[in-house]
Protein backbone atom coordinates (compact mmCIF):
# COMPACT_ATOMS: atom_id res chain seq x y z
CA UNK A 1 0.00 0.00 0.00
CA UNK A 2 1.36 3.30 -0.90
CA UNK A 3 0.52 6.64 1.15
CA UNK A 4 1.23 10.05 -0.56
CA UNK A 5 1.74 12.56 2.23
CA UNK A 6 1.36 16.04 1.51
CA UNK A 7 2.86 18.43 4.12
CA UNK A 8 1.69 22.08 4.21
CA UNK A 9 2.93 25.01 6.28
CA UNK A 10 0.28 27.85 5.85
CA UNK A 11 0.12 31.30 6.84
CA UNK A 12 -1.00 32.18 9.81
CA UNK A 13 -3.23 35.47 7.62
CA UNK A 14 -4.86 32.86 5.41
CA UNK A 15 -5.71 29.34 7.56
CA UNK A 16 -9.16 29.92 8.16
CA UNK A 17 -10.10 30.23 4.25
CA UNK A 18 -7.27 27.48 3.84
CA UNK A 19 -8.54 24.86 5.91
CA UNK A 20 -12.64 24.98 4.32
CA UNK A 21 -10.62 24.97 1.37
CA UNK A 22 -8.69 21.92 1.82
CA UNK A 23 -11.31 19.82 2.68
CA UNK A 24 -13.84 20.32 -0.66
CA UNK A 25 -9.97 19.78 -2.55
CA UNK A 26 -9.08 16.50 -0.78
CA UNK A 27 -12.72 15.41 -1.76
CA UNK A 28 -11.75 16.64 -5.62
CA UNK A 29 -8.77 14.44 -5.40
CA UNK A 30 -10.16 11.56 -3.77
CA UNK A 31 -13.20 11.76 -6.89
CA UNK A 32 -10.31 11.20 -9.20
CA UNK A 33 -11.04 7.59 -8.13
CA UNK A 34 -6.83 7.13 -7.74
CA UNK A 35 -7.01 6.98 -3.27
CA UNK A 36 -8.88 4.65 -1.24
CA UNK A 37 -9.17 7.50 1.71
CA UNK A 38 -7.57 10.71 2.99
CA UNK A 39 -7.02 11.88 6.70
CA UNK A 40 -6.29 15.72 6.99
CA UNK A 41 -4.00 16.05 10.69
CA UNK A 42 -2.34 19.16 12.32
CA UNK A 43 1.45 18.74 12.79
CA UNK A 44 1.83 19.23 16.64
CA UNK A 45 4.26 22.22 16.61
CA UNK A 46 4.30 25.86 17.81
CA UNK A 47 5.52 28.40 15.50
CA UNK A 48 3.91 31.94 15.74
CA UNK A 49 4.08 32.51 11.77
CA UNK A 50 2.50 29.13 10.27
CA UNK A 51 0.57 26.03 11.05
CA UNK A 52 1.55 22.92 9.69
CA UNK A 53 -0.87 20.22 8.39
CA UNK A 54 -0.70 16.59 6.57
CA UNK A 55 -2.77 15.33 4.49
CA UNK A 56 -2.06 11.60 4.01
CA UNK A 57 -3.70 9.75 1.01
CA UNK A 58 -4.05 5.98 0.61
CA UNK A 59 -3.68 5.21 -2.96
CA UNK A 60 -5.33 2.33 -4.28
CA UNK A 61 -1.90 1.19 -5.67
CA UNK A 62 1.72 2.68 -7.06
CA UNK A 63 -0.11 2.38 -10.88
CA UNK A 64 -3.26 4.42 -9.46
CA UNK A 65 -0.59 7.39 -7.89
CA UNK A 66 1.26 7.79 -11.21
CA UNK A 67 -1.80 7.75 -13.02
CA UNK A 68 -3.03 10.80 -10.43
CA UNK A 69 0.38 12.26 -11.14
CA UNK A 70 0.32 11.98 -14.86
CA UNK A 71 -3.15 13.06 -15.36
CA UNK A 72 -4.44 14.97 -12.45
CA UNK A 73 -2.06 16.59 -9.87
CA UNK A 74 -0.85 19.59 -11.93
CA UNK A 75 -4.44 20.86 -12.73
CA UNK A 76 -5.41 20.21 -8.69
CA UNK A 77 -2.00 21.81 -7.43
CA UNK A 78 -2.83 24.97 -9.80
CA UNK A 79 -5.91 25.85 -8.37
CA UNK A 80 -4.26 25.85 -4.81
CA UNK A 81 -1.47 27.73 -6.23
CA UNK A 82 -3.58 30.16 -7.45
CA UNK A 83 -5.52 31.08 -4.77
CA UNK A 84 -2.65 31.26 -2.09
CA UNK A 85 0.27 31.66 -3.54
CA UNK A 86 3.79 31.50 -1.20
CA UNK A 87 1.23 31.79 1.53
CA UNK A 88 1.27 28.14 1.39
CA UNK A 89 4.32 25.80 1.36
CA UNK A 90 4.28 22.31 0.83
CA UNK A 91 5.99 19.33 -0.04
CA UNK A 92 5.04 15.34 -0.95
CA UNK A 93 6.15 12.05 0.08
CA UNK A 94 5.39 8.80 -0.67
CA UNK A 95 5.43 6.31 1.88
CA UNK A 96 4.78 2.21 1.71
CA UNK A 97 3.10 0.22 4.57
CA UNK A 98 5.09 -2.39 5.60
CA UNK A 99 2.72 -4.07 8.18
CA UNK A 100 0.10 -2.57 10.18
CA UNK A 101 -0.96 -3.46 13.82
CA UNK A 102 -4.10 -3.13 15.76
CA UNK A 103 -5.10 -3.34 18.91
CA UNK A 104 -7.62 -6.56 19.88
CA UNK A 105 -10.52 -5.31 21.73
Not at 28 to 53: C, I, P, Q, S, W
Request: negative net charge; aromatic residues 12%; hydrophobic residues 40%.
Amino acid sequence: MIIYNVTLNIDKSIHDEWLIWIKDHIAEVLATGKFKEAKLTKVLVEDEETDTYSVQYRAHSREALEAYYDNDADSLRQVGLKRFGEKVLSFRTELEVIDEYFVKA
